[in-house]
């Protein structure tokens, strides 16, 4: 939690977040801004204006596999660009995170040194970003529990 600055009551909240279905974001064509670089700086191909950041909603209750689909990604964040004709063009928000870790010029080529690099990436994580990786914590949580329930369905069958 270091590098996000959470606190444990942080943590804790997600998980009742979770529990509760907590949705942070409002579903639907609106995003929430919170600064995230271009997806063409992270990706060749990507659209190059600021994508805005979204979560998945809670479907009805899945009558079929598309359906099902959906569920399995309740509460996940995304970034998707606000342009008409980029209908496609959208990351998962912890695939993004995880590539910046890795690739931190991406988000300031022009910083000095790997250390800098690591104090704007931190620093992005506790401020603008904030919001966005507290709703991640607690869709990791979702999962958590969806991959709990698959695994007490196994052991009923057994
Ligand atoms: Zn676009």
Same mark, same amino acid.
């Given at each position: 939690?270091?590098?996000?600055?959470?606190?444990?009551?942080?943590?804790?909240?997600?998980?009742?977040?979770?529990?509760?279905?907590?949705?942070?974001?409002?579903?639907?064509?609106?995003?929430?801004?919170?600064?995230?670089?271009?997806?063409?700086?992270?990706?060749?191909?990507?659209?190059?204006?600021?994508?805005?950041?979204?979560?998945?909603?809670?479907?009805?209750?899945?009558?079929?596999?598309?359906?099902?689909?959906?569920?399995?990604?309740?509460?996940?964040?995304?970034?998707?660009?606000?342009?008409?004709?980029?209908?496609?063009?959208?990351?998962?928000?912890?695939?993004?995170?995880?590539?910046?870790?890795?690739?931190?010029?991406? &988000?300031?080529?022009?910083?000095?040194?790997? !250390? $800098?690099?690591?104090?704007?990436? %931190?620093? @992005? *994580?506790?401020?603008?970003?904030?919001?966005?990786?507290?709703?991640?914590?607690?869709? &990791?949580?979702?999962?958590?529990?969806?991959? !709990? $329930?698959?695994?007490?369905?196994? %052991?009923? @069958? *057994?």
């Amino acid at each position: 939690m270091a590098l996000t600055g959470l606190s444990s009551a942080d943590i804790e909240n997600c998980r009742t977040a979770a529990r509760n279905g907590t949705i942070h974001f409002p579903t639907g064509k609106v995003g929430f801004d919170a600064d995230f670089p271009p997806l063409s700086k992270l990706e060749k191909g990507k659209c190059p204006k600021k994508p805005l950041l979204h979560q998945k909603g809670i479907p009805r209750f899945p009558t079929d596999l598309l359906e099902l689909k959906k569920l399995w990604n309740v509460g996940r964040l995304f970034l998707k660009c606000a342009c008409t004709g980029c209908e496609v063009n959208f990351t998962w928000l912890d695939h993004m995170l995880w590539y910046v870790i890795d690739n931190l010029d991406k &988000l300031d080529p022009q910083a000095p040194s790997d !250390k $800098i690099k690591m104090v704007d990436f %931190q620093a @992005l *994580l506790r401020t603008s970003w904030r919001k966005p990786i507290l709703a991640q914590v607690t869709f &990791l949580f979702m999962r958590e529990y969806m991959m !709990k $329930i698959v695994h007490l369905s196994t %052991q009923t @069958l *057994l």
